[in-house]
């Protein structure tokens, strides 16, 4: 057994994030084939007696595939709009996948005010305890569709970090496209390693090459790593996996598959 399935194994709070880049297929619209096996991951899990919050992103990628012929506006108005539209049909999706196994979800809309409100942040962390006590499973999100200048909270795994935090939770477990944290683009070098263990977050950023103006550096991997940041003042380990491979968290737990496992405060 290596650290991530130890990891995964001794916890029982878990969050899971999941990224629009693994919801998406080649043609930009959602995969449910991966969202159905995630959501099938979950179950199993849940019947292992450990508790999931899910921070799931796609509400903009549902709304193009509900109204396509918004795609191509670039304006703040038809992007809120669509994510209005998207989050409905999001929801939708879990609701179904979660059903086939008797499991309810609930929704959690969430803004940056939201989170810096003792009083709301209060009222959040009673709501989350209640839906997970009683075994249904929240599903939370940015609120896009009001958050004016665009995702205010950052992105949504700084959103999952700060969830986790909320929550106490034992483990973050964030899905994206790539197998982990590599010391350079494996989507532009050949040359990249995987990384599978950081203890200290400020050494890996002298040692990696995420570059500031590429895809992958910008809203990337580097949003991860500060997602890790977060979570590991509070102790808590953050596991970076590809969500896009079939059954990746329970291959992580069984030790067949592997990602990046941030450690948390030693």
């Known amino acids: 057994m290596n650290l991530i399935s130890e990891v995964i194994d001794q916890s029982r709070k878990i969050v899971i994030k999941i990224g629009s880049n693994v919801l998406s297929d080649d043609r930009g619209a959602v995969n449910r084939d991966v969202l159905h096996n995630i959501v099938e ?5 849940i019947k292992e007696d450990k508790q999931i ?3 799931s992103s796609g509400a903009g990628i549902c709304g193009v595939g509900a109204i396509n012929k918004w795609s ?6 038809y992007k809120q709009a669509l994510c209005a539209i998207g989050q409905v049909e999001l929801m939708m999706a879990y609701k179904e996948y979660f059903g086939d196994y008797g499991i309810h979800v609930g929704q959690m809309l969430l803004t940056k005010g939201d989170l810096q409100d003792t009083h709301r942040t209060l009222n959040i962390r009673n709501a989350l305890f209640t839906l997970v006590d009683e075994g249904v499973v929240p599903v ?6 009001v958050s004016v200048d665009e995702i205010k909270i950052g992105d949504n795994d700084t959103l999952s970090a700060h969830v986790a935090n909320l929550w106490n939770a034992d483990a973050l477990i964030v899905l994206s496209d790539i197998d982990g944290v590599y010391n350079k683009d494996p989507k532009t ?10 203890s200290d977050i400020d050494r890996l950023l002298e040692e990696i090459d995420i570059g500031e103006k590429s895809s992958f550096g910008t809203g990337g991997i580097a949003t991860k790593i500060e997602a890790a940041r977060l979570v590991s003042q509070y102790g808590i380990p953050m596991i970076l996996l590809n969500g896009k491979k079939s059954d990746i968290i329970k291959q992580a737990l069984s030790g ?3 990602g990046t496992v941030f450690t948390g405060r030693q």
Do not use: F, K, Y
């Open 189 to 198: 070098r050949q040359d990249a390693e995987l990384i599978e263990q950081v």
């Open 256 to 258: 067949q598959e592997t």
């Open 72 to 77: 191509r506006r670039g304006d703040m108005n």
């Open 140 to 145: 939370i999100n940015e609120n896009d569709s």
């Open 41 to 45: 991951q979950v179950n199993t899990l």
């Open 53 to 55: 919050i899910m921070v």
